[in-house]
């Protein structure tokens, strides 16, 4: 029976034993530790790579054996009975305070309401569509519209005390971004006041302005330079390596650290039961992946979960190089090696040499030895396959963006492709399928209102030349060629989706090469 979690209850009402663990005091050792070399640094520094051989850190905890003295089912009590809180500190991806960032007192951390987002069924007729029962993880609903907010929660609260505590005054935080995580990083530095000043980098004419607009209304400080999102990266790295500031990509482990918060979230979700499901998650500079496995092999090391679920990476024919380095059978004959992205409708996805990438091999490599080989997948799926699954699952109650479609259409290749026949237990397959970045909805969003309004003015100019008589214009004069139309009001005009309908939907109804041309981005090879 699933406990009923509330607010408002008061400390003395909790069981006796839980009491003193409900309300956490700092504690732990948190150390930064290199990837490659193993060294290790203080936390106090603000460092991204090692200074001797420039490996990626993780962070540490080098006290969290004191984790294990509890058994699992201590953990999961506790996490469900915090719920019932009302410690605004505690309430959102600091609930798993322990897991996150023991070291950060609670006056320091920052909460704008960030995480808990509902994961929301498939209704039957998506799911019959599909293939198999799953469930939508709507990250979209962060406080910035994307799960970004929840490794800025931890990144700038890390930010938020190491100012106070070693009175460093204004410190400033830089990102390259192709739209959320500009939005996030200005947002919560924004709640900083005068502690941070926010910069952010975008490639130009590859951000909307509906997102271009979120960090410039938080009062950050907006660049754009040429080139794509890779080409800010190598700008923001360059910066963080000479200069004293907070870098807030995923390079930052404080951020992978928060990010680990949507696995908790999942396995609190499903009573920390995940035997036999699978996790389905869009990959593009790859954190949130690395987050997700870090997450669950540490809820398998604490006894928190006794099983680890299936998880399976997502990436763009666009923008594929996980992808294409797992395609080698061979760990031996590996090789990873960026590749040049082209213009995707998941344009936050855009990333042709992933930061997290070093995380991804290591993780990858230590899941597959506790949950075997197949635990882990990476599929890759075509423009085509991303709008259709996005607009598939719009239309059947979910408020999935470009991100939210490669998700689906990722789970309904690896269903093509049997990666879930044969299950790691005895336990029937089930999917969470991870809408993680829903900032790009408001892009989708202003593109289907300027098509809409051009198709309305086509129809009430035609009525009212039909009734004095006159032929009607062309769709063409609207700017709509002839060709678009049934697309067009298919995309604009609400109809219901039907089983019945497969076929037709699967013979270009929707065609991912308009979006580039209303977009006016370079068309390629679908």
Same mark, same amino acid.
């Given at each position: 029976?699933?406990?009923?979690?509330?607010?408002?209850?008061?400390?003395?009402?909790?069981?006796? *034993?839980?009491?003193?663990?409900?309300?956490?005091?700092?504690?732990?050792?948190?150390?930064?530790?290199?990837?490659?070399?193993?060294?290790?640094?203080?936390?106090?520094?603000?460092?991204?790579?090692?200074?001797?051989?420039?490996?990626?850190?993780?962070?540490?905890?080098?006290?969290?054996?004191?984790?294990?003295?509890?058994?699992?089912?201590?953990?999961?009590?506790?996490?469900?009975?915090?719920?019932?809180?009302?410690?605004?500190?505690?309430?959102?991806?600091?609930?798993?305070?322990?897991?996150?960032?023991?070291?950060?007192?609670?006056?320091?951390i920052i909460y704008l309401g960030e995480g808990h987002t509902p994961q929301v069924a498939a209704n039957g007729d998506l799911a019959c569509e599909v293939g198999r029962t799953f469930y939508f993880?709507?990250?979209?609903?962060?406080?910035?519209?994307?799960?970004?907010?929840?490794?800025?929660?931890?990144?700038?609260?890390?930010?938020?005390?190491?100012?106070?505590?070693?009175?460093?005054?204004?410190?400033?935080?830089?990102?390259?971004?192709?739209?959320?995580?500009?939005?996030?990083?200005?947002?919560?530095?924004?709640?900083?006041? *005068?502690?941070?000043?926010?910069?952010?980098?975008?490639?130009?004419?590859?951000?909307?302005?509906? $997102?271009?607009?979120?960090?410039?209304?938080?009062?950050?400080?907006?660049?754009?330079?040429?080139?794509?999102?890779? *080409?800010?990266?190598?700008?923001?790295?360059?910066?963080?390596?000479?200069?004293?500031?907070?870098?807030?990509?995923?390079?930052?482990?404080?951020?992978?650290?928060?990010?680990?918060?949507?696995?908790?979230?999942?396995?609190?979700?499903?009573?920390?039961?995940?035997?036999?499901?699978?996790?389905?998650?869009?990959?593009?500079?790859?954190?949130?992946?690395?987050?997700?496995?870090?997450?669950?092999?540490?809820?398998?090391?604490?006894?928190?979960?006794?099983?680890?679920?299936?998880?399976?990476?997502?990436?763009?024919?666009?923008?594929?190089?996980?992808?294409?380095?797992?395609?080698?059978?061979?760990?031996?004959?590996?090789?990873?090696?960026?590749?040049?992205?082209?213009?995707?409708?998941? $344009?936050?996805?855009?990333?042709?040499?992933?930061?997290?990438?070093?995380?991804?091999?290591?993780?990858?490599?230590?899941?597959?030895?506790?949950?075997?080989?197949?635990?882990?997948?990476?599929?890759?799926?075509t423009e085509q396959e991303i709008m259709d699954s996005m607009l598939l699952a719009n239309r059947h109650g979910h408020i999935a963006c470009t991100q939210g479609g490669e998700s689906l259409a990722?789970?309904?290749?690896?269903?093509?492709?049997?990666?879930?026949?044969?299950?790691?237990?005895?336990?029937?397959?089930?999917?969470?399928?991870?809408?993680?970045?829903?900032?790009?909805?408001?892009?989708?969003?202003?593109?289907?209102?300027?098509?809409?309004?051009?198709?309305?003015?086509?129809?009430?100019?035609?009525?009212?030349?039909?009734?004095?008589?006159?032929?009607?214009?062309?769709?063409?004069?609207?700017?709509?060629?002839?060709? *678009?139309?049934?697309?067009?009001?298919?995309?604009?005009?609400?109809?219901?989706?039907?089983?019945?309908?497969?076929?037709?939907?699967?013979?270009?109804?929707?065609?991912?090469?308009?979006?580039?041309?209303? $977009?006016?981005?370079?068309?390629?090879?679908?």
């Open positions: 029976m699933r406990l009923i979690k509330g607010n408002n209850v008061k400390l003395d009402q909790f069981p006796e *034993d839980l009491r003193p663990h409900l309300i956490p005091a700092p504690a732990g050792e948190m150390v930064y530790r290199c990837l490659e070399c193993g060294a290790e640094f203080d936390i106090t520094d603000l460092l991204y790579t090692c200074p001797k051989c420039r490996g990626l850190f993780m962070l540490v905890d080098k006290n969290e054996g004191r984790l294990k003295e509890k058994p699992g089912a201590f953990w999961r009590q506790l996490f469900d009975y915090r719920k019932m809180l009302n410690v605004p500190a505690l309430k959102g991806v600091f609930l798993f305070y322990e897991l996150i960032a023991p070291i950060i007192p609670l006056d320091r993880k709507n990250d979209g609903q962060n406080p910035s519209a994307s799960f970004k907010d929840r490794g800025m929660a931890a990144a700038l609260s890390y930010l938020n005390f190491l100012v106070s505590s070693r009175h460093l005054g204004k410190i400033l935080s830089i990102c390259a971004s192709t739209g959320d995580t500009s939005a996030a990083a200005a947002l919560y530095g924004a709640y900083l006041g *005068d502690k941070i000043a926010s910069a952010v980098i975008l490639p130009h004419g590859k951000v909307t302005p509906q $997102q271009l607009s979120q960090p410039l209304g938080s009062g950050a400080k907006v660049l754009e330079i040429p080139g794509v999102f890779d *080409d800010c990266m190598k700008v923001v790295e360059n910066l963080a390596d000479h200069y004293q500031v907070a870098l807030l990509n995923s390079k930052n482990s404080w951020r992978i650290r928060g990010q680990e918060s949507y696995a908790y979230e999942i396995a609190q979700w499903f009573d920390y039961d995940l035997a036999g499901k699978s996790l389905v998650v869009p990959v593009g500079n790859a954190g949130n992946i690395t987050a997700v496995m870090q997450g669950l092999l540490r809820l398998h090391d604490l006894g928190i979960i006794e099983a680890l679920p299936r998880v399976i990476g997502v990436q763009s024919r666009h923008a594929n190089p996980v992808f294409l380095y797992y395609l080698e059978a061979d760990r031996g004959k590996r090789v990873f090696v960026p590749v040049t992205v082209t213009p995707s409708v998941a $344009q936050a996805a855009m990333i042709g040499n992933p930061v997290s990438m070093p995380r991804v091999i290591r993780l990858v490599e230590e899941y597959r030895g506790r949950a075997g080989e197949g635990s882990v997948a990476v599929v890759q799926v990722g789970f309904r290749a690896a269903v093509a492709a049997g990666l879930l026949s044969d299950p790691l237990s005895q336990v029937p397959q089930q999917a969470l399928l991870a809408v993680a970045i829903a900032a790009a909805v408001l892009a989708i969003t202003g593109f289907c209102v300027s098509i809409a309004s051009g198709m309305r003015q086509r129809r009430t100019e035609n009525a009212l030349l039909a009734a004095l008589g006159v032929p009607p214009r062309s769709a063409e004069a609207f700017g709509v060629n002839e060709a *678009d139309r049934k697309w067009v009001d298919d995309l604009c005009v609400p109809q219901p989706f039907h089983v019945a309908d497969r076929a037709q939907r699967r013979t270009g109804a929707y065609r991912a090469q308009d979006l580039y041309s209303r $977009q006016r981005l370079p068309q390629s090879e679908f």
